[in-house]
């Protein structure tokens, strides 16, 4: 029998309490024994920046290299299917990000269960989408915006930066909520998003902070909201798209997994150094430049909150019909 995703995870949690106690003490006394790779299922220049502050405070803490490995291919599948095949002794681990929820769903020939094979470590941050538009679309607030597509229905494309990535479900979700009639148009990536969004080849786009806060900064997009449940300490003045469309939210996050059957003591050693590191002003300063907020949780807390996410963007991608490129 199938369990639902939520039972699945409270199960696992019950067995891996169940495995006899020793062992893992011992195991635990002496990690890290070797370099620890976590492994970034996505090209260098993006969530690896946060990664690579994380492990570099922990390396200097927990007196191994945290050795920051780049393995793209196929949405994260790739990394994250390395990550499933790895020794469960907390010496290869996952950097989790929206996509591994996403493609739970999108794919349905996956090797592996990213909810029953990863287990949940440490949470690193939460940040914001920017719903942004180009200076052409006279809307200047969210129910302006919905107003003038309703008026204007099959004239509107929201860009992304590709199939099934995040800006593709939050734009979607936003289209499932307000009843909006918008073209999707995927790109090869953020930034040739964006560049289109500047030229007026696309009207709207739920974008990363960082690839346009300086467009909004300069005036060249306009933001009108931000995605998140509350405002952003980047942008303050923005409202939340929540303000106008009640239990919208869509957030960028990235936290820690491991194989599943890592032992509990490790798993629990990793999330309390990485909480202190969030904890670290310097370390929170970083964050907050380049437009994350840290958001620390409990391991258990950190599967709560990816089960949710899985379920939630699930459900959009059924709604919207998104396949695979």
Same mark, same amino acid.
């Given at each position: 029998?199938?369990?639902?995703?939520?039972?699945?995870?409270?199960?696992?949690?019950?067995? *891996?309490?169940?495995?006899?106690? /020793?062992?893992?003490?011992?195991? +635990?006394?002496?990690?890290?024994?070797?370099?620890?790779? #976590?492994?970034?299922?996505?090209? /260098?220049? !993006?969530?690896?920046?946060?990664?690579?502050?994380?492990?570099?405070?922990?390396?200097?803490?927990?007196?191994?290299?945290?050795?920051?490995?780049?393995?793209?291919?196929? /949405?994260?599948?790739?990394?994250?299917?390395?990550?499933?095949?790895? *020794?469960?002794?907390?010496?290869?681990?996952? @950097?989790?990000?929206?996509?591994?929820?996403?493609?739970?769903?999108?794919?349905?020939?996956?090797?592996?269960?990213? #909810?029953?094979?990863? /287990?949940?470590?440490?949470?690193?941050?939460?940040?914001?989408?920017?719903?942004?538009?180009?200076?052409?679309? *006279?809307?200047?607030?969210?129910?302006?915006?919905?107003?003038?597509?309703?008026?204007?229905?099959?004239?509107?494309? $929201?860009?992304?930066? !590709?199939?099934?990535?995040?800006?593709?479900?939050?734009?979607?979700?936003?289209?499932?909520?307000? !009843?909006?009639?918008?073209?999707?148009?995927?790109?090869?990536?953020? *930034?040739?998003?964006?560049?289109?969004?500047?030229?007026?080849?696309?009207?709207?786009?739920?974008?990363?902070?960082?690839?346009? #806060?300086?467009?909004?900064?300069?005036?060249?997009?306009?933001?009108?909201?931000?995605?998140?449940?509350?405002?952003?300490?980047?942008?303050?003045?923005?409202?939340?798209?929540?303000?106008?469309?009640?239990?919208?939210?869509?957030?960028?996050? +990235?936290?820690?997994?491991?194989?599943?059957?890592?032992?509990?003591?490790?798993?629990?050693?990793?999330?309390?150094?990485?909480?202190?590191?969030?904890?670290?002003?310097? #370390?929170?300063?970083? $964050?907050?430049?380049?437009?994350? @907020?840290?958001?620390?949780?409990?391991?258990?807390? $950190?599967?709560? $909150?990816?089960?949710?996410? @899985?379920?939630?963007?699930?459900?959009?991608?059924?709604?919207?019909?998104?396949?695979?490129?």
């Amino acid at each position: 029998m199938k369990l639902p995703r939520r039972r699945q995870f409270l199960h696992l949690a019950a067995g *891996a309490a169940a495995v006899p106690f /020793a062992p893992h003490v011992a195991l +635990a006394q002496a990690y890290p024994s070797r370099p620890v790779r #976590i492994v970034v299922g996505f090209p /260098a220049g !993006g969530v690896d920046i946060i990664v690579r502050l994380v492990g570099q405070w922990l390396s200097e803490r927990l007196g191994q290299p945290f050795i920051i490995e780049n393995r793209p291919g196929a /949405a994260g599948n790739v990394g994250t299917e390395a990550v499933t095949r790895a *020794a469960p002794d907390g010496h290869t681990l996952l @950097t989790c990000v929206p996509p591994n929820a996403i493609n739970a769903t999108l794919y349905d020939n996956l090797n592996f269960n990213f #909810i029953r094979d990863i /287990a949940p470590v440490a949470s690193f941050y939460s940040a914001p989408f920017v719903m942004e538009v180009s200076p052409a679309v *006279a809307a200047k607030t969210v129910p302006e915006f919905i107003t003038h597509v309703k008026a204007n229905p099959g004239k509107f494309n $929201f860009a992304s930066a !590709g199939t099934g990535s995040q800006q593709n479900v939050a734009g979607e979700l936003f289209k499932m909520m307000t !009843g909006v009639d918008m073209l999707h148009v995927p790109y090869r990536g953020g *930034a040739p998003a964006v560049t289109e969004l500047l030229a007026g080849q696309v009207q709207v786009m739920f974008a990363t902070m960082l690839s346009s #806060i300086e467009y909004i900064k300069s005036g060249k997009l306009r933001a009108l909201a931000v995605t998140t449940a509350t405002r952003s300490e980047v942008l303050p003045e923005l409202p939340t798209v929540g303000d106008f469309v009640p239990g919208y939210e869509a957030s960028g996050w +990235a936290g820690l997994g491991a194989p599943r059957s890592t032992p509990i003591e490790i798993i629990d050693q990793l999330n309390k150094a990485i909480n202190a590191a969030l904890a670290d002003p310097k #370390i929170k300063e970083r $964050f907050i430049q380049l437009g994350v @907020t840290p958001n620390p949780m409990t391991s258990a807390d $950190f599967g709560k $909150f990816i089960t949710n996410e @899985t379920d939630k963007w699930g459900k959009v991608v059924k709604f919207a019909g998104i396949k695979p490129e």
